[in-house]
């Protein structure tokens, strides 16, 4: 079966705009969560949707907003993009919320900011 | 913060059997022990978890001591390809959120 999907691979963006990343999970996962990959932060929590509610949120500004569809699709959104916005953002989903059955990860975007 | 403590790096012959710890001395009895990796440039692979009892699939061995407090992955005939970061991560995974550490970077040698 076809894994998470998250689109685009790359993406270059100049301080100050917005971005929207893309997650499709694997068919019949509920839950999606969003990680951003730094190489001095390592990997921190952004949030999680199950069943197009948030169920839990990371310590990230406001700057960073999700939402998910009926068809468990998400997007996330940053908006007034910093230097330091520059990551790998992850997205992983799984069956259940909390991801009790373990998450499936994608393979990530790969955001640059400049 | 990640309730996990992990050796920041190990190295592994190839070929011979893999055994990653992991403290979690705080670990609640609600809590589960989950198990990643992450090979370079890849997403976070799932391995393994376990609530107390060892667990067995085809990747991997989970072995968690009897008060809990300490768990180990084992990775029983170790290839090039197992070269990777792997995290322990403890979550109730009812309301928690997967908080990842720094993980242990294994390196298999030829």
């Known amino acids: 079966k076809a894994g998470v999907t998250q689109t685009p691979r790359y993406l270059i963006k100049t301080r100050g705009q917005q971005v929207t990343l893309s997650c499709s999970p694997i068919?019949?996962?509920?839950?999606v969560s969003w990680y951003q990959q730094t190489p001095g932060q390592g990997l921190q929590f952004l949030f999680e949707y199950f069943s197009e509610t948030q169920r839990n949120k990371g310590n990230f500004p406001g700057r960073f907003s999700g939402r998910q569809f009926s068809n468990s699709r998400s997007e996330m959104n940053v908006s007034t993009l910093e230097l330091g916005d520059s990551a790998l953002y992850l997205c992983?989903?799984?069956?259940?919320?909390?991801?009790?059955?373990?998450?499936?990860f994608g393979s990530g975007t790969r955001l640059t900011v400049v | 913060d990640a309730k996990t403590t992990q050796p920041p790096s190990m190295d592994c012959a190839e070929g011979r059997a893999a055994n990653l710890p992991c403290n979690h001395s705080?670990?609640?009895?609600?809590?589960?022990v989950y198990w990643y990796r992450q090979i370079h440039s890849q997403g976070p692979q799932y391995i393994i978890h376990g609530l107390k009892n060892n667990e067995t699939n085809e990747m991997a061995s989970l072995i968690i001591t009897e008060d809990r407090k300490s768990s180990t992955l084992i990775l029983p005939h170790a290839t090039l390809r197992d070269t990777a970061v792997y995290y322990c991560?403890?979550?109730?995974?009812?309301?928690?959120?997967?908080?990842f550490g720094k993980g242990t970077r294994l390196h298999i040698l030829p």
């Open positions: 992983a989903s799984s069956l259940a919320a909390g991801g009790r059955n373990g998450y499936t």
């Open positions: 705080t670990i609640s009895g609600n809590e589960y």
């Open positions: 068919s019949g996962h509920r839950s």
């Open positions: 991560i403890v979550s109730e995974n009812r309301d928690d959120k997967i908080i």
